[in-house]
């Protein structure tokens, strides 16, 4: 498993935008799928973005293609997402997500998960 902390959340206006990253540790992390997750308040966790272990392939929720990007960077065991033309129904909290998954990935096969950051997007 790998450790995963998060970071770059915060409150922006529509149509701004912000680019979150997670940190990973553990010497697998090169081995996994790297997800993002996130869950409203009174909603249930959903499926946003994931990315192939080396880089290759990329594979989206359709409410965010076009929107946001997922990126890796291997070597600082890094993960990123940048997130464009920002939504109010985008806020919620944020997790990113490891794992040795398949093609594309079940949300049933991240087994390491981050502690979550926080996106407020405001009308």
């Known amino acids: 498993q790998v450790h995963l902390v998060e970071s770059g959340g915060g409150l922006v206006q529509a149509g701004g935008s912000l680019r979150l990253s997670c940190a990973a540790s553990?010497?697998?992390?090169?081995?996994?799928?790297m997800g993002w997750f996130r869950q409203a308040p009174g909603k249930e966790r959903e499926f946003v973005a994931a990315?192939?272990?080396?880089?290759?392939?990329?594979y989206y929720a359709d409410s965010v293609k076009g929107r946001f990007t997922i990126s890796r960077d291997n070597t600082k065991k890094t993960v990123f997402m940048q997130m464009n033309s920002l939504k109010p129904e985008d806020t919620a909290a944020y997790y990113c997500?490891?794992?040795?998954?398949?093609?594309?990935?079940?949300?049933?096969?991240?087994?390491?998960w981050g502690q979550g950051t926080q996106v407020t997007v405001d009308s």
């Open positions: 997500a490891a794992g040795p998954t398949g093609w594309p990935p079940a949300d049933g096969d991240f087994g390491s």
């Open positions: 553990g010497r697998l992390f090169r081995t996994y799928t």
């Open positions: 990315i192939s272990w080396s880089g290759g392939s990329s």
